[in-house]
């Protein structure tokens, strides 16, 4: 069966742009989380979207926020983007609890 | 909020050599989640621990849930180059919410 797609793998934007990136999770997989996965911080908990709801938020400012859609698939948006969010985003969907199967990212790069 | 702490950060061992990590929670866990990632690579779902005291073994790797379900271990016997990569663990709380360690990234020297 088909794994996590993330799209785009690769994205190049400006200071003060802003940016989309998608999920497409396991078909059958209600939950998707987001992680910010950087040498210095690992992976770091954006959030997690379980049936179209917000179920758990991570600790980032509110430029960072996502949506989740009747199929599953998710979105994850950034505003007003900064140097320091320039970063490898994955995504990774589950039933609802237990094993996550991740996506192999998009790696973010703002000059 | 929920911490999980992972030690150590980096480890370079001889081939042949033991390997162990080492996970503990600020909270209790409904359960713990081990994943490797290679270089270059995303995390990929090793195993899952749900019960207290739980041990559990796949081929050289054993992996330990502790008592109060707060820490965990990752154990390595006779390392091999294709074990290289970054090792997470990740604590998952009664709401679904997975939050990982800092990762263990170990070398082997052939």
């Known amino acids: 069966k088909a794994g996590v797609t993330q799209t785009p793998r690769y994205l190049i934007k400006t200071r003060g742009q802003q940016v989309t990136l998608s999920c497409s999770p396991i078909?059958?997989?209600?939950?998707v989380s987001w992680y910010q996965q950087t040498p210095g911080q690992g992976l770091q908990f954006l959030f997690e979207?379980?049936?179209?709801?917000?179920?758990n938020k991570g600790n980032f400012p509110g430029r960072f926020s996502g949506r989740q859609f009747s199929n599953s698939r998710s979105e994850m948006n950034v505003s007003t983007l900064e140097l320091g969010d320039s970063a490898l985003y994955l995504c990774?969907?589950?039933?609802?609890?237990?094993?996550?199967?991740f996506g192999s990212g998009t790696r973010l790069t703002v000059v | 909020g929920q911490q999980v702490m992972q030690i150590p950060q980096y480890q370079h061992v001889q081939e042949g050599e033991d390997f162990t990590t080492y996970c503990n929670s600020s909270?209790?866990?409904?359960?713990i989640q081990w994943y490797k990632q290679r270089p270059g690579g995303h995390p990929v779902f090793l195993i899952q621990?749900?019960?207290?005291?739980e041990v559990k073994k796949q081929k050289r790797l054993t992996f330990q849930f502790g008592e109060a379900k707060k820490n965990s271990s990752l154990h390595i016997t006779a390392t091999q180059t294709t074990d290289v990569g970054t090792y997470f663990c990740?604590?998952?709380?009664?709401?679904?919410?997975?939050?990982f360690g800092q990762g263990t990234t170990l070398q082997v020297k052939p």
């Open positions: 078909s059958g997989h209600r939950s």
């Open positions: 909270t209790t866990l409904s359960n």
């Open positions: 990740a604590g998952e709380s009664n709401t679904g919410k997975l939050i």
């Open positions: 990774a969907s589950s039933i609802g609890q237990g094993p996550y199967t």
């Open positions: 979207y379980f049936s179209e709801t917000q179920r």
């Open positions: 621990l749900v019960k207290s005291g």
